[in-house]
DNA sequence: TAGATTGTTAATCGATTAACAATC
DNA sequence: TAGATTGTTAATCGATTAACAATC
């Protein structure tokens, strides 16, 4: 039923997957049975045929004339992206925004669990961030190792990512979440996020009115 | 010489600006004069033709068979940005993310400046966060009108989004970019930015290797 | 002058939306 | 059965890239 042949996705679809779940999360949390495409598109803002057409990708999780079985369908998203299994993750970065990502509920959730966190600086090495001791850089290989950690997530400063970014290519790291404001570069094998909080505040800027021109 | 014919341009190209913008900073603090779109490109891993055309869409910013003045190129994007202009900013909700984010120093920077702090439990107002006192949120309409403050920054509970959201329009805020892992539906004259940092990891899990599959 | 690089038009590529047969 | 809604193909729309004349 699912199409296995894996013709290449674009990241335009992946990326609105977790929306598409945690919508029906909610649904799911209040007690909804199915849902239409129309009706996922209306709250979520976005067309449903461009919704049933990502979900087709995937394979056949609708029925006509009814919709989708929210349940079903949360299961399947979750495959989809790999959340059926547990997946540890590193933060490299224990200042401010990185203790705060590590508390953030919202991010220990649905399978991607913080299990280390490490500080280069050697006065943070030994505290504790939410149950999880911050250790040194030194033992990050190995921990990555034992812990078989896949994914890491970077709050160090700008001009420290991409030596972090090195560390973490080198402990054998699949995919990065980058929070430096900085871009990084790795190895094509390696998948880089970048979440752009201050690009993203600025551009926001842009849309701004400016009553200081006269517009006509 | 600038075009101030505004065609609408694409969120796409106004997104780029403030990579391009913060690129052009480090190059300036480098004491690099001028820069090339083909050396931009290469290291913000874009197209060179799509840095000039993002560029052109404003004006004539650079020089055939020189390149961009890095200087020029950084005022010239800052107005366009409106970040020439300081813009005030309210932060709602002072938990965990909030107050990183408040202490974050890249968020502080280029002209937009958190300058009032909300939260709603009595608990917490009262309390400073990086010299701001923190209100309650029955404060908020009558300070955003004093404060001339234009883009609230939202880092509540999934659950109390909307409601704050509501509140910020009501108070009159142009812009708003949503830390809550959820949508929030705004009025056409707003203008909101999801940061959706827990979807943005989840769609990072889809990358991963998965070896539990034998892949042919 | 020769080489480099812009601004811009044209070509390409990809993503979104519309439309509709299939079917619950 | 009639109405609703999927999965999918075709049409549209928009964004990216290539190419090149202009010119520093």
Redesign the pocket.
């Known amino acids: 039923m699912a199409k296995e042949r894996e013709q290449t996705i674009?990241?335009?679809?992946i990326k609105r997957l977790p929306i598409y779940l945690r919508y029906l999360t909610y649904l799911d949390r209040m007690g909804v049975r199915t849902?239409?495409?129309?009706q996922m598109g209306k709250e979520l803002g976005?067309?449903?045929?461009?919704i049933?057409?990502d979900?087709?990708y995937f394979g056949?999780?609708?029925?006509?004339?009814?919709?989708?079985e929210v349940r079903y369908l949360i299961k399947k998203i979750r495959q989809i992206l790999h959340l059926d299994q547990l997946i540890p993750v590193a933060l490299v970065g224990a200042g401010h925004l990185g203790t705060a990502l590590a508390r953030y509920n919202a991010f220990q959730q649905d399978n991607m669990r913080i299990v280390a966190i490490f500080d280069h600086s050697p006065l943070k090495a030994g505290r504790e961030v939410d149950g999880i001791r911050i250790q040194p850089m030194e033992e990050l290989k190995q921990t990555v190792k034992d812990k078989d950690i896949r994914v890491g997530i970077i709050t160090v400063p700008d001009y420290a990512a991409q030596e972090v970014a090195d560390q973490l290519v080198d402990a054998g790291i699949e995919a990065i979440m980058n929070f430096a404001p900085t871009i990084i570069h790795v190895p094509p094998n390696v998948r880089v996020h970048h979440a752009d909080l201050t690009t993203e505040l600025h551009s926001l800027a842009y849309y701004l009115r400016h009553p200081e021109y006269i517009v006509m």
């Open positions: 674009s990241d335009a679809v849902v239409s495409s129309h976005q067309n449903p045929a461009q049933r057409k979900l087709a056949e999780f609708g029925r006509k004339g009814i919709g989708y």
